[in-house]
């Protein structure tokens, strides 16, 4: 618990110091313009910062209870709730100014500016504020994960990997003989599963993670919830709508309610203007960067500037994507002779259709790929109707049989530039997960997910990983 609560006073520290900064900082730039402040007009402005720690308090921004913190909000509800308390702290500075009369002597524009700011920066702090806490093991809440087998053992290979829940994996408890006194992935086995409330006295941990079948999850909960604070059921590895689910209490039955946002039709017309909008700022804005791309691929090696690649769009109708050609113009021909010659790289062709070092690409165009700029193209297929900005990879025909019956629902949504699988690894996510990747993104699609997914975006492209 201990941990815990160092988390989330890391991340309360986190929110107080960016809140203050994005409204110092935007107060001392209009100043600069010509307005004048006076220290204390400024120091003015302080209950906006104990108003926003209580709205992000009050909608769960802390692992729920700050005084008895468990598991995180997942991040795309945290970037929609954070839009909600930034908003309603602004709301309410403005109307303490407004009762207050003090409206006047401060500019709507940079308190309107700091708004915006402090609802883009506050993410971005909290990322990397969770970042440094895992680097440094600060603020890890020590989790006992019940039941060793595949799905507790995935459960700590996420662990390991993730940041933004802030778990560490102190043992396992299961009931398999064998395992007993040995480590599963590097995690040591405690005990049975009956000994999960004494292992946890012993080690002072307060947060169990379930890993097995139902049947045993129904008897261990009672026992377990006597004395963990917080019992996380996880019961398989499938993907499912959690995005947009809600508990019911059906006279006395549990049950949980499933909203199809792919069925509704004002999500899907908010989508589509939102990124209309981005797909002509970013034409608009690269204009002169996309004419420099075309000039220097039509100098440095013949064939034409654009290369339409061939994909299926909506209902699996073909489409042509188009992107800065980043090949030789025979690459088609280069491709089946090293094919033929290498079975190591037909095989690796025929299980991510890319190759890690692929000769048929120009130095230019492994820049371009390596900064995804050769994708800048696709703004139009946005514009045009085939593509979205945000949406699951693009597939070619041979891609099909890979997802099976899930191929039925990937053909309900436009295929985007980027997108859940572009984020999370890019080339190094082996096709299994791809396509987990692309039924979860479609399963809990909101305006808030894709938001989250251009961030992620920014960052992966800014440090190029995964490219190729």
């Given at each position: 618990?201990?941990e815990?609560?160092?988390?989330?006073?890391?991340?309360?520290?986190?929110?107080l110091?960016?809140?203050a900064?994005?409204?110092?900082?935007?107060?001392?730039?209009y100043?600069?313009?010509?307005?004048?402040?006076?220290?204390?007009?400024?120091?003015?402005?302080?209950?906006?910062?104990?108003?926003?720690?209580?709205?992000?308090?009050?909608?769960?921004?802390?692992?729920?209870?700050?005084?008895?913190?468990?598991?995180?909000?997942?991040p795309?509800?945290?970037?929609?709730?954070?839009?909600?308390?930034?908003?309603l702290?602004?709301?309410?500075?403005?109307g303490?100014?407004?009762?207050?009369?003090q409206?006047?002597?401060?500019?709507?524009?940079?308190?309107v500016?700091?708004?915006?700011?402090?609802?883009?920066?506050?993410?971005?702090?909290?990322?990397?504020c969770?970042?440094l806490?895992?680097?440094w093991?600060?603020?890890?809440?020590p989790?006992?994960?019940?039941?060793?087998?595949?799905?507790?053992?995935?459960?700590?290979q996420?662990?390991?990997?993730?940041?933004?829940?802030?778990f560490?994996?102190?043992?396992?408890?299961?009931?398999?003989?064998?395992?007993?006194?040995?480590?599963?992935?590097?995690?040591?086995?405690?005990?049975?599963?009956?000994?999960?409330?004494?292992?946890?006295?012993?080690?002072?941990?307060?947060?169990?993670?379930?890993?097995?079948?139902?049947?045993?999850m129904e008897?261990?909960?009672?026992?377990?919830?006597?004395?963990?604070?917080h019992?996380?059921?996880?019961?398989?590895?499938e993907?499912?709508?959690?995005?947009?689910?809600?508990?019911?209490?059906?006279?006395?039955?549990?049950?949980?309610?499933?909203?199809?946002?792919?069925?509704?039709?004002?999500?899907?017309?908010?989508?589509?203007?939102?990124?209309?909008?981005?797909?002509?700022?970013?034409?608009?804005?690269?204009?002169?960067?996309?004419?420099?791309?075309?000039?220097?691929?039509?100098?440095?090696?013949?064939?034409?500037?654009?290369?339409r690649?061939?994909?299926?769009?909506?209902?699996?109708?073909?489409?042509?994507?188009?992107?800065?050609?980043?090949?030789?113009?025979?690459?088609?021909q280069?491709?089946?002779?090293?094919?033929?010659?290498?079975?190591e790289?037909?095989?690796?062709?025929?299980?991510?259709?890319?190759?890690?070092?692929?000769?048929r690409?120009?130095?230019?165009g492994?820049?371009?790929?390596?900064?995804?700029?050769?994708?800048l193209?696709q703004?139009w297929?946005?514009?045009?109707?085939?593509?979205?900005?945000?949406g699951?990879?693009?597939i070619v025909?041979?891609e099909?049989?890979?997802?099976?019956d899930?191929y039925?629902?990937?053909?309900?949504?436009?295929?985007?530039?980027?997108?859940?699988?572009?984020?999370?690894?890019?080339?190094?996510?082996?096709?299994?997960?791809?396509?987990?990747?692309?039924?979860?993104?479609?399963m809990?699609?909101?305006?808030?997910m894709?938001?989250?997914?251009?961030?992620?975006?920014i960052k992966?492209?800014?440090?190029?990983?995964?490219a190729y």
């Amino acid at each position: 618990m201990r941990e815990a609560r160092c988390r989330v006073l890391l991340l309360l520290l986190n929110d107080l110091f960016t809140a203050a900064f994005v409204l110092a900082g935007c107060l001392w730039i209009y100043h600069l313009m010509g307005a004048y402040y006076t220290l204390e007009e400024c120091v003015g402005l302080w209950p906006l910062v104990p108003v926003m720690l209580l709205c992000n308090a009050a909608i769960r921004l802390y692992h729920g209870n700050p005084f008895y913190p468990g598991a995180a909000l997942g991040p795309v509800e945290e970037l929609r709730r954070v839009f909600l308390s930034v908003s309603l702290s602004y709301l309410l500075l403005f109307g303490y100014l407004a009762l207050t009369r003090q409206v006047e002597l401060y500019s709507r524009v940079a308190l309107v500016a700091s708004w915006g700011l402090t609802f883009l920066l506050l993410p971005l702090t909290r990322w990397w504020c969770r970042s440094l806490m895992k680097r440094w093991g600060v603020g890890q809440i020590p989790a006992l994960i019940a039941g060793a087998g595949l799905g507790g053992q995935l459960m700590v290979q996420r662990i390991a990997r993730d940041k933004f829940f802030g778990f560490r994996a102190v043992g396992f408890v299961d009931d398999h003989p064998d395992k007993q006194g040995t480590e599963v992935g590097g995690v040591p086995v405690l005990g049975k599963l009956a000994d999960g409330v004494r292992i946890g006295r012993e080690r002072q941990v307060s947060y169990v993670i379930c890993c097995v079948p139902f049947h045993i999850m129904e008897s261990l909960l009672k026992q377990y919830s006597e004395y963990f604070l917080h019992v996380l059921l996880v019961p398989s590895n499938e993907v499912f709508s959690i995005a947009w689910s809600y508990p019911v209490n059906l006279d006395g039955c549990s049950a949980l309610e499933i909203r199809n946002q792919l069925l509704m039709a004002l999500p899907r017309v908010c989508k589509w203007l939102a990124e209309v909008v981005i797909a002509v700022l970013a034409i608009v804005m690269a204009f002169p960067l996309l004419l420099v791309i075309g000039l220097g691929i039509k100098l440095t090696s013949r064939g034409p500037m654009l290369y339409r690649a061939n994909r299926l769009g909506v209902g699996g109708k073909p489409i042509r994507v188009l992107k800065f050609r980043t090949m030789y113009a025979d690459a088609d021909q280069r491709l089946e002779q090293l094919l033929a010659e290498d079975p190591e790289l037909e095989r690796e062709w025929r299980e991510k259709f890319k190759l890690v070092n692929d000769p048929r690409i120009t130095p230019l165009g492994r820049f371009l790929r390596k900064t995804s700029l050769d994708e800048l193209p696709q703004f139009w297929n946005v514009l045009t109707g085939e593509m979205a900005v945000i949406g699951p990879r693009p597939i070619v025909a041979d891609e099909v049989k890979y997802y099976g019956d899930k191929y039925e629902l990937l053909k309900r949504v436009k295929p985007g530039i980027t997108g859940l699988w572009q984020v999370s690894g890019r080339s190094e996510v082996d096709y299994p997960n791809r396509v987990a990747l692309d039924m979860n993104y479609i399963m809990n699609w909101s305006i808030w997910m894709d938001y989250f997914i251009f961030l992620k975006t920014i960052k992966e492209v800014l440090f190029c990983r995964g490219a190729y």
